[in-house]
Every structure is written in C-alpha cells, then in structure tokens.
C-alpha cells in the first residue's frame, strides 16, 4: 500500500525509550497513524515480540506495515480491552499513545480539522461517525453551545460566542469553515486571531470525537490490560487532556485524592517513571505540531 503524507512522529525515542521494551513483549500502539511510533517498537522486538495497533481513521490502513508481528486493528482506542482479548491478549506490556489530530488529518482540507481551509464542518476523526461539526454548530441547544466552548476551549466569552451562532443559523446554516470564521470575526482580536479561532476549532472537535470521554475510558483500561511492570507512555497537546493523564498516573483518578487505609497508604495503579519531558528547541523547529506536546510515562505496580 502506499503510504499517506504524514509527518514525523512527535518525541519518537524519547516515547518509545519510555516503554522499557522487552523483546519478547507485547506491546499496543493505541494511535497509529502513519505508523512512525510503531515501526520504531517494531525495530525494538525480537521474533516472538507482538504489536497491535489502534486507529479509526480509515486512512490509516494505507499506512499497515507488512510484518507478521504487527496487527492493525481499526477501531477507537476506547474498546482496548475488548479488541486484545478479541485477539487473544488478555495483558501486555506497554501501551503507546499520540493523542489529538494527525498531521494529514489536519492537512486534508475536506476533513475540516484546519483552520487554513475552506471546507464543510466536518472534523470527525472516524468517518462513519453521525455527529459532525456541522451537527454540533447547527444543531446544540445555546446552552450545550456555551458548555462546549466553555470547557473544551476554555473561551472567556463563550455564552456571547454561543449566542451570535444560534442567531445566524436561525436565519442561515453555518456550512463552511470560512463561514463560521467570518461570523466570528468580532471575536478574533487583532494579534490573537489564530490562537482563538484554534480554541474554538478544538472545542467543537473534542465535542465531534468525544476526545475526553474516549481519553477517560482508555486510561481506566490500561491498569487492567497491563501486566506488572508494564508501562504507559502518553503524549497530550493540550492541559486538558494532560491534565487527566498527569492525575491518573499519580492516583489513578481523574478528581479528588485516593482513599487511605487505616495505616495512611493508599493503593494507586501507577508510579510514575521521570519527569514530564516535552520536545526540544531543535524538534519544534523540525516539526511544529510538537510545539505543545507533553510526554508522561507510568508503570503498573
């Protein structure tokens, strides 16, 4: 098959350093993508070593490496447990993941992730997906509108931002990339246009994709997949997924604190391994969706 445009993989060595991988071992790849981070854990096994790896996106199939270690499983890294021991692997030992968009998603116009194109609302990561963009900006109630804006793009005016969208799809749907940014031009304060319009196209793509939701329910599977010893090594682009990611890792919850024994122990499933580790000045300028990228590793106790 020939491969997709896709860009080098964010934090290569340093994410598959953090596996600690075992030649024999099994290991899961939970966004392939253009399969970057796979082929280095697949240079890292031996023969009896297995990788599966995970992505909804049709396009990623074009990107399937032929080796007889590697399986591709095309399906939304929420349903890891489900699809392992649907082949067979009831633990491994480490769990890779890239989180947030593509390069090529980002590069295909027609896929509506990009704020640099003119294309119809989309921004659905699995395309057999019923909920699109057009569906959340044309079809929320002002309130669902203003909770989306709110808490994925963390906007200070999100109820004004809501308002001004229910009162032009009244009148006129909002179809077009170039439509919704044209409406919102009051919005986009001189200086600060692009990082606006970049946390309202990543409010209304975490709402498409259910990306927090989806984060939630695979963190909570990892502890039971991996072995003792095995490791998670995840990469977040914005605080609210590394957010979850950081406090999972450190008390396995995603609020509040564990509960004590009656010695004062908590039982948690992680420890962390290092620090948080993020790209080097030389990366960024090599490759600039690496510019807010965060890397943490944790180990099963």
């Given at each position: 098959m020939t491969n997709l445009e896709y860009h080098n993989p964010v934090l290569l060595k340093e994410t598959v350093d953090g596996l600690n991988i075992k030649p024999d071992g099994v290991y899961v790849d939970v966004t392939f993508g253009g399969g970057g981070h796979s082929r280095e854990i697949l240079s890292r096994l031996g023969e009896s070593g297995k990788l599966l790896a995970f992505d909804q996106d049709p396009d990623a199939k074009q990107n399937v490496i032929d080796d007889k270690r590697f399986t591709l499983i095309p399906e939304n890294f929420r349903y890891l447990k489900?699809?392992?021991?649907?082949?067979?692997?009831?633990?491994?030992?480490?769990?890779?993941?890239?989180?947030?968009?593509?390069?090529?998603?980002?590069?295909?116009?027609?896929?509506?992730?990009?704020?640099?194109?003119?294309?119809?609302?989309?921004?659905?990561?699995?395309?057999?997906?019923?909920?699109?963009?057009?569906?959340?900006?044309?079809?929320y109630a002002e309130a669902d509108l203003r909770s989306v804006?709110?808490?994925?793009?963390?906007?200070?005016?999100?109820?004004?931002?809501?308002?001004?969208?229910?009162?032009?799809?009244?009148e006129n749907p909002i179809e077009t990339g170039d439509h919704l940014k044209e409406l919102l031009t009051p919005f986009l304060f001189k200086g600060k246009e692009f990082k606006i319009l970049a946390q309202i196209y990543q409010a209304i793509r975490i709402e498409v994709n259910q990306e927090i939701q989806v984060l939630k329910e695979f963190l909570q599977q990892t502890e039971e997949v991996l072995e003792p010893g095995g490791r998670i090594s995840l990469i977040?682009?914005?605080?609210?997924?590394?957010?979850?990611?950081?406090?999972?890792?450190?008390?396995?919850?995603?609020?509040?604190?564990?509960?004590?024994?009656?010695?004062?122990?908590?039982?948690?499933?992680?420890?962390?391994?290092?620090?948080?580790?993020?790209?080097?000045k030389k990366e960024i300028e090599e490759n600039n969706r690496a510019r807010s990228a965060k890397l943490r590793i944790g180990e099963r106790i």
């Open positions: 489900q699809f392992l021991r649907f082949y067979g692997c009831k633990k491994v030992d480490g769990v890779l993941g890239d989180f947030g968009v593509s390069s090529h998603q980002f590069d295909v116009a027609e896929r509506g992730f990009s704020t640099r194109f003119d294309s119809r609302l989309d921004m659905r990561m699995n395309q057999r997906d019923k909920i699109s963009a057009y569906e959340v900006v044309n079809e804006f709110c808490q994925y793009g963390e906007l200070k005016n999100a109820p004004k931002l809501a308002r001004l969208i229910v009162q032009e799809r009244a977040s682009y914005h605080s609210l997924e590394d957010r979850l990611v950081k406090r999972y890792i450190r008390n396995g919850l995603f609020e509040g604190e564990p509960e004590k024994d009656v010695f004062g122990r908590v039982e948690v499933p992680f420890k962390k391994v290092g620090k948080l580790i993020t790209p080097s």
